[in-house]
């Protein structure tokens, strides 16, 4: 069926197919930049650029992923305003990327890819229901889920082969020294590594791409991601993660999400929710490292468990505060 959009969303017609299509490209790329939280065609567009930048392949993942996933949402009626807004397009970029990512890209792989997005528009559509109840973001939950099962199920399914990406799945081991040694090199790579890692990208200049992405989505936003790669990135340094790691920004991601979602986002900016924002993006890295060691010796990655997991539970406490202010209450 033809799509179109009306003043109130996306809606079922054939008048329009040239303007439709462009409506419909429109809510794909709002929905490659809600991953960080920015309903921004042009942000989701750079996003993409980036990571076609990095790889084709992952850009591949990341189209297939978000359109199937959108598209599902309009085939089962989603309200139409979520759909244009790219409510239901984020989890499923994600979860095709993380797919591509850690098994190998043939044929059934990507069959995978598809019904794993699909899920994630169905999973969407259940916590926003069942969150609405306590006014709680889904945020990257649905993706976390459908990956995690996705790849855990690969251990029953002979034909899905691993890129040996996945963790070595083994009892978590204490880091007995400090591996390798800081330099000026490691912390500019790992902030901007920080941010490119959100989509799995291990490459500065997809960083850099996203780092423009979001200045065109809003400037505070901007300087927000940045603080919170270079929080996480400081975080880990001080307490001995080792430098490739450090390097490679897998402590950062998470802490930019977090960042960007409470200082960006969910409250006021003002002196206290800085200072809760802050909080916030220090924990979320001691979480990432606990998450990645809980979930070690099952082989799986801790993805973006940590973000969505500090931000719930931020939130959830910040009305016991009465000097934060929630956004939408400003």
């Given at each position: 069926m033809p799509v179109r959009l009306s003043s109130t969303g996306l809606v079922l017609d054939g008048q329009q197919p040239m303007q439709n299509l462009l409506?419909?490209?429109?809510?794909?790329?709002?929905?490659?930049?809600?991953?960080?939280?920015?309903?921004?065609?042009?942000?989701?567009?750079?996003?993409?650029?980036?990571?076609?930048?990095?790889?084709?392949?992952?850009?591949?993942?990341?189209?297939?992923?978000?359109?199937?996933?959108?598209?599902?949402?309009?085939?089962?009626?989603?309200?139409?305003?979520?759909?244009?807004?790219?409510?239901?397009?984020?989890?499923?970029?994600?979860?095709?990327?993380?797919?591509?990512?850690?098994?190998?890209?043939?044929?059934?792989?990507?069959?995978?890819?598809?019904?794993?997005?699909?899920?994630?528009?169905?999973?969407?559509?259940?916590?926003?229901?069942?969150?609405?109840?306590?006014?709680?973001?889904?945020?990257?939950?649905?993706?976390?889920?459908?990956?995690?099962?996705?790849?855990?199920?690969?251990?029953?399914?002979?034909?899905?082969?691993?890129?040996?990406?996945?963790?070595?799945?083994?009892?978590?081991?204490?880091?007995?020294?400090?591996?390798?040694?800081?330099?000026t090199s490691t912390v500019l790579e790992g902030l901007f590594n920080g941010i490119a890692q959100v989509f799995f990208q291990g490459s500065v200049i997809?960083?850099?791409?996203?780092?423009?992405?979001?200045?065109?989505?809003?400037?505070?936003?901007?300087?927000i991601a940045l603080l919170g790669s270079l929080t996480g990135l400081l975080v880990a340094w001080g307490m001995g993660a080792a430098e490739p790691a450090?390097?490679?920004?897998?402590?950062?991601?998470?802490?930019?999400?977090?960042?960007?979602?409470?200082?960006?986002?969910?409250?006021?900016?003002?002196?206290?929710?800085?200072?809760?924002?802050?909080?916030?993006?220090?924990?979320?890295?001691?979480?990432?490292?606990?998450?990645?060691?809980?979930?070690?010796?099952?082989?799986?990655?801790?993805?973006?468990?940590?973000?969505?997991?500090?931000?719930?539970?931020?939130?959830?406490?910040?009305?016991?505060?009465?000097?934060?202010?929630?956004?939408?209450?400003?």
């Amino acid at each position: 069926m033809p799509v179109r959009l009306s003043s109130t969303g996306l809606v079922l017609d054939g008048q329009q197919p040239m303007q439709n299509l462009l409506r419909f490209l429109d809510a794909v790329m709002r929905g490659i930049g809600q991953v960080m939280l920015q309903n921004n065609s042009y942000t989701g567009l750079l996003f993409l650029l980036g990571i076609f930048c990095n790889s084709a392949l992952f850009g591949c993942a990341v189209l297939v992923g978000t359109v199937v996933s959108t598209l599902t949402a309009i085939l089962l009626g989603a309200k139409p305003t979520l759909v244009r807004d790219g409510m239901f397009g984020f989890n499923g970029a994600l979860v095709a990327i993380a797919v591509i990512y850690f098994l190998q890209p043939d044929a059934l792989t990507w069959a995978y890819v598809i019904l794993a997005a699909a899920c994630t528009t169905v999973l969407m559509a259940a916590m926003l229901r069942l969150f609405d109840v306590w006014k709680m973001p889904v945020l990257t939950a649905p993706f976390v889920f459908t990956a995690l099962c996705f790849l855990l199920a690969c251990a029953r399914f002979g034909r899905l082969q691993s890129t040996h990406v996945l963790p070595t799945a083994g009892l978590p081991k204490a880091a007995a020294i400090v591996e390798g040694i800081v330099t000026t090199s490691t912390v500019l790579e790992g902030l901007f590594n920080g941010i490119a890692q959100v989509f799995f990208q291990g490459s500065v200049i997809t960083g850099v791409l996203f780092a423009i992405g979001l200045l065109i989505s809003s400037r505070r936003v901007f300087i927000i991601a940045l603080l919170g790669s270079l929080t996480g990135l400081l975080v880990a340094w001080g307490m001995g993660a080792a430098e490739p790691a450090i390097r490679s920004g897998a402590f950062g991601f998470n802490s930019v999400l977090t960042a960007i979602a409470l200082g960006g986002v969910f409250f006021v900016l003002d002196k206290a929710s800085t200072a809760y924002t802050l909080l916030a993006t220090i924990a979320t890295a001691i979480v990432f490292a606990a998450v990645s060691a809980a979930l070690e010796p099952l082989g799986m990655p801790a993805l973006t468990l940590p973000f969505v997991l500090v931000v719930w539970l931020f939130v959830l406490a910040g009305p016991m505060f009465p000097g934060l202010r929630l956004a939408g209450n400003a």
